[in-house]
């Protein structure tokens, strides 16, 4: 018993790390960085920091002991409240400001948990934390804004927390992130959208939640395909893309840097289209176009994978295994 709890204390060691760095980060923000900026609005930052380290709580003791899902679901849910309480979350067209807090709600709480559903392999979300978080920081640059501050600090910290602690997790595994690691990363990286989306403007905003689309869309597919064949979403299982890609043969470092590729093309594409300040049609066929891209290879994900099950199927396959 006492070494199963070890290991998962292990497997969550490198999460713990990246929340340490979140944390004291944070507190040194709050006090102005000893002068060199305004410190930042203490009851904004408490309520999310209280959020996140509720959310992190919940994660950890989940990775020492697993809980049920509800249980995880309903603290994610309160701290999601408690988080979207803390950004001055406005209405804007036919929209009611309580409208976009229910979806702003809904949004947290599921990417959150999308992103720990993606965390399967070498470096997957600690790569797409440093491409999302810093490509984030400079949306955040082109959007403007004295507000985006916080913000901008924010994805910095995790960018850079999450490319110091790479390497030992890609290629080759040495620590993971673990509940306590992956949901506070994904929590955050939600949240960070409907912020900038208020605080910069619905471009930034828009483009940031872009950057999140290959885990959107792979969890929003999966889940729903299982949904309608009866199965528990929930419950693990390896029949997300980036899994049947890795299933299908190809090596983890393939898989990872495939979607931080994609991730890459995606956010330089999306800071040429802020800098040059595309008129609404043109920044919506970008955003279209990104959408396709993850869509084709989504389909390249599957088309390899049956493939391998076709040829797993020929006479004289057994044989030859």
Known sequence: MRDRVMTRWLSGEEGLAILLVLVGAWTVGSLGMGGWLPAYDFALDGRILIAVLLVAGISFVDDMR????????????????????????EGFGWLTASTVCVIAWIWVVGYANAFNFMDGINGLALTQSVMAGGFGVVFCFLGGGDGLVPWIAIQGVLAGASLGLLPHNFPRARMFLGDV?????????AL????????????????????????????TITMTRRFFRGDRIHEAHREHFYQRLLRSGKSHSFVTMAEA?????????????????FAFPGFITVLV???????????FCEMCYRATR??????????KK
Request: overall charge negative.
């Open 181 to 189: 690691g992956s949901i506070p990363l994904g929590f955050l990286m």
């Open 66 to 89: 697993p809980l049920p899902f509800w249980v995880r679901l309903g603290v994610h849910g309160v701290a999601a409240a408690i988080a979207v309480a803390g950004v001055e979350v």
């Open 192 to 219: 960070s959208v409907v912020a900038v989306w208020q605080l910069g403007g619905w471009r930034v905003g828009v483009a940031l939640g872009a950057m999140q689309l290959n885990f959107l869309l792979d969890t």
């Open 310 to 319: 076709v040829s797993d199927t020929l006479p004289g396959a057994e044989s």
């Open 261 to 277: 590729a994609l991730q890459g093309v995606s956010g330089l594409v999306l800071s040429f289209a802020l800098y040059a300040e």
């Open 289 to 299: 176009a990104i959408f396709v891209g993850w869509l084709l290879f989504f389909l």
